[in-house]
């Protein structure tokens, strides 16, 4: 929202909002000249608004909503404005259960690095990108498609299928898992979501394109007979993209059939990682960029905030000597995946995870999932479930403390603890020298990373922190 915000700010429109609380974000769009307003109360609202966005977060009983229909005022969601925004642009659509964020902002930064200037809102801060939005220019200048509609990168996010308001002319679809599963019924109607997502491809007389991993993404249901043109891409010899990967080297090579088209070492660990630059690379490729230029920006970016980022080294009050990392990760896919890329990168003689599951049905319908998901960890903290947009009654059936049984049932030592504060106390005082510990989750928990860098800074134990991100996990 706030990155829409500032594009349609950028393009001449006055723009103002409201949120439920201060927040570092607030304070950066009230920089930028963007009104914000705190708390739910309809005189916000003023008389000469023309149209009123709504995250999807927003019920339809919020005093704002129910204003702007009294006053007859136009409301629509996030995603049915961004799907105004890309029209009349060349605009590219990032979907897929895993890796938008990531793969968002990686072929954004090619783009800007090889002076295709794209419009860009990617769901990260991205400090390359000076934070997860900007406005580019109305036409390409230069490569194959000068002259063309100016470039739009987004993520295309299917919770509420959302994606389905998109405009694109290009589109990648890096994979298709089961999540959102108290909107969607199931694996299939998962997969007919991106079946009718690839569906808003133009023709390819007309220039649309898909991207679609060979492997994990369920190709065959979902791009058969479409009207676009669409390519593979993955480890297998037939995809029409092949990938290949070195992890000890931490090479990345892509080829087309037997020409080797782009060569690189990322930044960015893992074989999830090695497939989101590759699908970059090939989409850049497509828009216009060079060979060379491709190679280079990917080997520059550093990555996105809050995946797999480095936070910082710091001594805790035992006097243990820790690493603490803070990851977005939040379905059993993406915490097996970073944790694995962690203990790949740094080998840690005890990798602590402090996980807090996101939503109570996910967690729920996932739970066996969840339980296979960290092997990779010596300890896993669990900490509360982050309550968001469930049901009271979705709350009662699960809690972090059956997460926690679950794990301890399957080998991997677990306990739950009933609070933020709590869980920085036990960190303090648990903590062993040499202690690798990420902080994982899409809600608040991050807040205890920094909680233990702080508390350990004021007894002289805290390292200059660092905001780099090492390997950007698999994910949205």
Request: hydrophobic share 40%.
């Amino acid at each position: 929202m706030s990155g829409l915000a500032l594009m349609l700010k950028s393009r001449g429109a006055s723009v103002r909002g409201s949120d439920q609380s201060e927040s570092v974000t607030v304070e950066a769009l009230r920089e930028a000249g963007i009104g914000v307003d705190i708390g739910a109360d309809p005189g916000h609202l003023a008389s000469e608004t023309d149209l009123v966005i709504a995250s999807a977060a927003i019920r339809p009983d919020h005093p704002e909503l129910v204003r702007a229909g009294e006053l007859g005022i136009e409301a629509i969601s996030y995603a049915e404005a961004l799907g105004r925004a890309q029209a009349g642009r060349t605009a590219v659509s990032i979907a897929g259960t895993h890796g938008k964020s990531t793969t968002t902002a990686l072929l954004s930064h090619i783009l800007v690095s090889c002076g295709l200037d794209p419009s860009v809102i990617v769901g990260a801060t991205c400090p390359q990108l000076g934070g997860g939005t900007r406005t580019g220019s109305e036409l390409i200048g230069v490569g194959h498609l000068a002259g063309s509609p100016g470039i739009f990168v987004a993520e295309a996010c299917e919770f509420n299928r959302s994606f389905h308001w998109h405009r694109p002319t290009l589109a990648l679809i890096n994979n298709v898992e089961e999540d959102h599963l108290d909107v969607y019924d199931s694996l299939d109607e998962i997969v007919r979501a991106f079946r009718a997502f690839a569906g808003l491809l133009p023709a390819a007389e007309a220039g649309g394109r898909l991207l679609i991993a060979h492997e994990g993404a369920h190709r065959r249901a979902v791009a058969s007979g479409l009207a676009c043109a669409h390519s593979t891409f993955g480890w297998s010899p037939s995809a029409d993209y092949r990938v290949d990967h070195d992890p000890e080297k931490g090479s990345t090579s892509v080829w087309r059939k037997d020409e080797c088209l782009f060569a690189f070492r990322a930044q960015i660990v893992g074989e999830h990682n090695a497939l989101n630059a590759a699908a970059a690379a090939i989409l850049a490729s497509w828009l216009g960029a060079s060979q060379t230029g491709i190679v280079a920006a990917i080997e520059s970016f550093g990555g996105i905030e809050r995946r797999m980022q480095f936070l910082g080294q710091c001594r805790t009050k035992s006097g243990a000597s820790v690493r603490v990392y803070d990851d977005y990760g939040h379905h059993p896919t993406e915490c097996e995946r970073t944790l694995a890329a962690l203990r790949a990168a740094e080998n840690p003689p005890r990798l602590i995870c402090v996980f807090q599951p996101h939503q109570h049905s996910r967690t729920r319908f996932l739970l066996e999932q969840f339980a296979q998901s960290f092997t990779k960890a010596d300890l896993v903290v669990v900490a509360p479930i982050y309550f968001v947009r469930d049901s009271e009654i979705e709350r009662t059936r699960v809690c972090s403390g059956d997460l926690a049984q679950r794990l301890n049932d399957r080998g991997t030592p677990a306990r739950a603890i009933d609070s933020f504060e709590a869980i920085t106390a036990f960190l303090q005082d648990d903590a062993r020298d040499g202690d690798l510990i990420v902080v994982m989750g899409a809600g608040p928990v991050d807040a205890i990373a920094h909680d233990l860098l702080r508390s350990s800074s004021m007894h002289g134990g805290a390292s200059s922190t660092l905001a780099r991100a090492v390997a950007a996990p698999d994910r949205g």
